[in-house]
Every structure is written in C-alpha cells, then in structure tokens.
C-alpha cells in the first residue's frame, strides 16, 4: 500500500463532494521536472561495466508505505549491515555489495538515500528523514479551499514544495549526476504513468527516449514525483522534447511490442515508450503520480530489463556472466494486512470504507501477482546464464574470465525472498498493521518499525538459507 492511498484517501473523496462548485483558478504550478538533451550520446549513465559485479550479487526492492516503508526498509539495511561475507576481495559487509536497489513512494526515499550516500549514510537518514515530519513539506489540510484545488488542478501541492523540502532537510539538491559518479549501486526511482498506465522509471534509456538530461534531475524531484499521492499532489510532469536529440526506443523493446507472445508488462511498457516517440506532440509531457499504482514492490525494472533477450545473460554483461556466482535479490514489502471491522457486521462498508478496499485490493492483486512473475523471471535467468556458461569453449572462458582456475560452468544461483511483516512474528505483524500510512511516525512507533525491519531480515528464511550457503563470516555487530 503507498503513502496517500492508506492515511490519505479521503481526499479522493473529498474531491468528489465539490463536484458541483465552481473554482477559479488555481496558482498552482505544472513546470515540467526535466531538461532537454542535446546528443543522445551525452546522455550519462551508471558505468554498468565488467568490474560492476563480483561473483556475488545483492539487489534490494523497496516497496511503498509512506515514513513505515522508509524505516521498515532502513531496519534491514542495518540489519544487512551486520552481516559480512567472504568475497573475492575479502570480508565484505553486505550493504557494502549492495549493486541494485529501487524504491517506490516511501520506500524510493530509502534507496535514493542510499544510493546517494551508501552505508556511510545509514545513521544521518534516521536523523535526518525518520525522525522529521515530513508532512511540513506538503499541505494536507482537508479545507474548502484544498477540495476545490483537487476538483480545479487535480491536486493540492505543486512541485514547489516537497522536492524542497526533501532537497533542504535530505538530499541537499543532489541530481542523478551525483548518483552516476557513485558508480554504484544501480538506482531505479519508479513513479506511474497514468496516462499509459504504466512505472514510469527514472532511468537512462528512458529520458533518452524523451531526449532528455537525466543527470540533471535532482533526487528530490524523482522521490516526490513516486510519492505523489492522487489527490494530494498534482501530476508531476517530464517533458517529451522530441527525436531532436538522437533518441529511440530500444531495438529489443521494439521487438518485445511486435510480439504478441512478449509478457504483457513488457508490451505495456514498449507501448509507452514508442507513444513518446512516435507522437511527441500529442504526448508532449508524461503526467507522474505515486509509484505504487503500478508496481508497488518496485521490481518492473530488473524485470522488464531481464525480457531483453539479445543474449541469454542479458542485462548483464558476458564478463559479469561468467563471473557471478550467486544473485541475492530481496523484495522488502512494508504493505499493511486487511483492517476494519465491517467483515463482523450484515451492513455493507461506507463509502470511504469502500474507496479504500478497491484500492487496496487493485494494489495488493498486482502487485503479488507481479512478484510471482518476477520469481519466475529470474529461474528463467539463472538457468539461461547456466546453459549459455557451459555452451562455453574453454578459450572463450579465458577470454572472458582471464583464467580456467576454479571455473564451474553450473556453479550459479538466483536467489529471491519477500521480506515481510510476517517475518518480524505475529506480535510485532499486528502493531506493524496499526501503523498509518503517514509520513510522520511518533518516537516510540519509528522504534518498533525500525525493529522489526531488523528483525525480519534476521528472520527471513530466503535471507538464512543464502548466507547458509555462502562463506561467511559471524554477524560483525551483536544484535540489539
């Protein structure tokens, strides 16, 4: 569940008690979020090259939630903090091999961070972020005068104010570029599409789409804009500038819209891109709301990268390819169980009732059938990375590899798991429920998410299993 589509329903509703009284015009802004590109050439991006990965792998997916998803996922990374493995270059801790993360809605303030500041800058996000209240960075005030915004503008803040907020208590006006110098990890920021109905991600391939200068966008922008509550904000917008630049829909995302067999997510999202490109007047800017509409566990874009099926090992690198040996991937699901007490009563829920169980059952619906769709996608990529490894002619090993020493060919494996409420136990499973999605959380309630981050990762069996199976080293901190 995302931010505003649990604390902040009613203002969906409250838009529709005004239907029938006029506005004048709001003084809200629409200025898009991005600039233009000259060159697709010039077009930064993460260095993605043949030292990026090592022979382990750790990618994390943060899912919505407002403030709980920020301090549920912040819990398991200081839980992953603590934990050291054997790597080719030594004893590593676990967030240090961190080489993918994404995050949506509240979840995509932890993995900017992150990405950001890595785990130098663990201690400075609670101080920082956790402990604020983030909601003096936008007004959510149920007035006459904010119903009639949502009827007039579509929203009730502009990106004027929470992409400050954020850049002057948080990022400190950091853009993509900053990220790209980092070199790692990889940082997928999903919002939606609501036009096309689809993540809108913000990564390289698509801003040279749009012929657009991803470098330039601040952190800021793209963590309001997968925050943006309906209702609460007005859609965020990214200008298309055209094919000026050089730009085009990636050969394989072409390929995957001509095939009517393709998985659909892939075709929906090929669909958007070719729109953007084909129609660039009509389609002049891409409207952006809240993430978690579309992919609330933040896992469309390893997916979608994953369906480029130009060679078996793809989206990495033949040099990774051969090099990897195990691919941990956790999905860190803050979502709320079912609440209310009208299951015990003959009388049918209210209206505001019942907004928030159809959103919620669309969000909940797609979201885990989504995650079953990624658990298949990446056996169906362990076992083509297998396969294609020992097709390999030993000089192409040394090719790739620079040695035959300890070569394996089926020496490879994916791993996947959800981390969970359930995973803190039942206790801790029904305060967690009782967490409003804000994104403001009192003292003591920041402490038990925060704790029960850490003690689900503890307590993940996916995550157990995986360190089981690695040359470890003891957990570096005792546990408090």
Not at 188 to 206: G, H, K, L
Not at 357 to 368: H, L, M, N, Q
């Amino acid at each position: 569940m995302t931010m505003g589509l649990g604390g902040f329903k009613r203002w969906a509703l409250a838009g529709a008690t005004a239907l029938a009284l006029s506005a004048c015009s709001g003084d809200l802004t629409h200025a898009p979020l991005n600039e233009p590109i000259t060159r697709v050439a010039d077009q930064r991006s993460w260095p993605l090259g043949p030292d990026q990965f090592g022979e382990t792998v750790v990618g994390v997916a943060f899912s919505g939630g407002g403030m709980r998803a920020s301090a549920f996922s912040y819990g398991v990374l200081n839980e992953l903090d603590r934990h050291e493995i054997v790597a080719e270059n030594g004893r590593q801790r676990m967030t240090d091999m961190i080489d993918l993360i994404s995050g949506v809605s509240g979840g995509s303030v932890t993995a900017a961070y992150f990405g950001l500041k890595g785990r130098e800058g663990l201690p400075t996000f609670r101080s920082r972020f956790l402990e604020r209240n983030a909601e003096q960075g936008f007004d959510a005030d149920v007035s006459l005068a904010n119903v009639l915004r949502i009827v007039h503008d579509g929203g009730v803040n502009d990106r004027s104010k929470f992409p400050r907020w954020l850049d002057e208590n948080l990022f400190d006006g950091a853009t993509y570029a900053d990220l790209f110098a980092r070199k790692r990890p990889l940082v997928w920021i999903a919002a939606s599409d609501i036009y096309n109905r689809v993540p809108f991600v913000f990564e390289p391939i698509t801003f040279s789409t749009l012929c657009s200068d991803l470098s330039k966008v601040r952190l800021s922008e793209a963590v309001a804009a997968s925050a943006a509550v309906p209702g609460l904000f007005v859609p965020m917008n990214v200008e298309n500038f055209g094919g000026a630049c050089g730009g085009h829909v990636p050969a394989w995302l072409q390929r995957g819209l001509a095939d009517k067999t393709a998985p659909a997510t892939l075709r929906a999202s090929a669909a958007a891109m070719t729109r953007y490109r084909q129609d660039p007047e009509h389609f002049h800017y891409v409207k952006l709301l809240d993430g978690g509409l579309t992919d609330n566990f933040g896992i469309h874009s390893l997916a979608v990268a994953r369906t480029n099926r130009d060679r078996p090992y793809m989206p990495m690198t033949a040099e990774q390819a051969v090099r990897v040996k195990r691919f941990l991937f956790l999905v860190v699901d803050a979502g709320r169980g079912p609440a209310g007490e009208w299951p015990s009563k003959l009388a049918s829920p209210t209206g505001m009732e019942l907004a928030g169980i159809v959103t919620d059952v669309a969000i909940d619906s797609g979201v885990y059938k989504g995650y079953d769709y990624f658990t298949t996608i990446m056996r169906d990529w362990e076992s083509d990375i297998r396969r294609w490894r020992c097709s390999l002619p030993n000089h192409e090993v040394v090719a790739l590899r620079g040695t035959l020493n300890g070569w394996k060919c089926d020496d490879v494996a994916f791993t996947v798991g959800r981390v969970s409420f359930d995973d803190a136990g039942p206790e801790l499973r029904r305060e967690l429920d009782k967490v409003p999605t804000r994104f403001q959380l009192d003292p003591a309630t920041l402490d038990t998410v925060i704790g029960a981050g850490e003690t689900a990762l503890h307590n993940n069996a996916t995550f157990r299993a995986f360190m089981r199976n690695r040359p470890l080293l003891a957990a570096s901190q005792t546990r408090r």
